[in-house]
């Protein structure tokens, strides 16, 4: 695997071996010093054209537990706001040296761009209402560590589907590995067509709650929204809001999800969210193990995993290139927050 841009990159196999990686990672995570040596030398440049909270914070925490070295690009104090088109950007920072660009923008396809114009490994961190390929990853590994298995499960994704990458990833992950997922939406909150998508569509959130392992909610995206696609967002939230009393009637082991950024009392009652059975802050803690496994699959395995010069090597720190997370060791030396600075 070069890029992650779609999670049709990867297929059954390929989410699953990320899954498996990611149980490692998360032993990892769960060390005093949680932190590896198996990309020591790279560097991972955050490009980020939107805002983020999570997965800018959870890339960069990723590549510096794997030792790598870190770059953020923030538009707002970048030469972007002085008509630096994406492709001199792109090449002006690859000018200085870097393995893996994950990259978030407005519109779909940049990063399928990103990865034709430039040398670098490319993971796709949400390209418009495209993609955003890690968040379902990271909502499977959630979804298996609370349940076990995604085989069977209903999974009812709720909301703005029309405007959401999280949506797109989401359906291809659940799908793949064998759940039953229900698109439910207004219809103007829905795509166009659904031709391909193998999903059911409900505009009757009450009717599908009962009988759901997972309700997965979605927040308005009312920055890709044009025009008034429902009527208030009272309405909206009256009809396909997940209540206390609609959180009261699914059954007593599902799942309440949600991607962030929340907006309580419009999409999610404030009490539901801080629910034992709501998973967000789960979902965010699995980032970081979820996105470790991404970037040392991309870097790390099948390339050289710890490239020490010659003079340097030894053979306590010489790393085989069939390594697996368990293979190598914290770096104490590394430790004082420098690497990755
Ligand atoms: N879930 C998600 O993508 O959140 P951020 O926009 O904060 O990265």
């Known amino acids: 695997m070069r890029h992650l841009l779609s999670i049709d990159d990867l297929g059954t196999d390929g989410i699953e071996e990320i899954l498996r990686l990611t149980d490692s990672f998360v032993e990892v995570s769960g060390r005093n010093i949680p932190k590896v040596p198996v990309l020591r030398g ?7 054209y939107e ?15 794997l030792s790598a070295d870190t770059m953020t690009f923030s538009v707002g104090t970048s030469s972007v706001k002085k008509g630096e088109s994406v492709r001199d950007t792109l090449q002006t920072i690859e000018a200085m040296g870097v393995d893996a660009i994950v990259v978030r923008h407005g519109s779909a396809g940049v990063p399928v761009q990103v990865a034709r114009w430039g040398t670098s490994a490319v993971i796709n961190a949400g390209d418009g209402w495209h993609e955003h390929p890690t968040q379902a990853l990271l909502d499977c590994y959630t979804i298996r560590e609370r349940l076990g298995s995604l085989t069977g499960r209903s999974i009812a994704i709720i909301g703005d589907i029309k405007h959401s990458r999280v949506a797109r990833s989401d359906v291809l992950a659940f799908t ?42 979605l927040r308005m995206q009312q920055e890709r929204m044009t025009e008034a696609l429902v009527p ?49 802050i789960d ?30 090597a030894t053979s306590d720190d010489t790393v085989p290139d069939d390594a697996t997370p368990d293979d190598v060791t914290p770096d104490e030396n590394e430790m004082d927050g420098s690497a990755g600075a």
Request: charged share 20%.
């Open 42 to 48: 790279k560097t991972v440049v955050s490009l980020f």
């Open 51 to 65: 805002d983020s909270t999570r997965t800018r914070l959870s890339f960069e925490t990723a590549a510096k537990r």
């Open 176 to 217: 793949a590995l064998g759940a039953e997922v229900t698109l439910v939406a207004p219809p103007t909150l829905l795509p166009p067509s659904l031709d391909g998508w193998p999903v059911k569509v409900s505009h009757d959130l009450d009717a599908v709650l009962p009988t759901t392992d997972v309700a997965y909610l």
């Open 232 to 280: 208030s967002l009272r309405e909206y939230s009256t009809c396909y809001g997940l209540s206390t009393a609609r959180a009261d009637a699914m059954p007593g082991s599902a799942l309440i999800m949600h991607p962030g950024p929340m907006n309580r009392g419009v999409e999610i009652a404030a009490e539901v969210a801080d629910r034992p059975n709501a998973t967000v």
């Open 283 to 312: 979902q965010v803690r699995n980032g970081v193990p979820v996105r470790m496994a991404v970037l040392f699959l991309l870097l790390g395995a099948g390339s050289t995993l710890y490239d020490p010069k010659p003079e340097d």
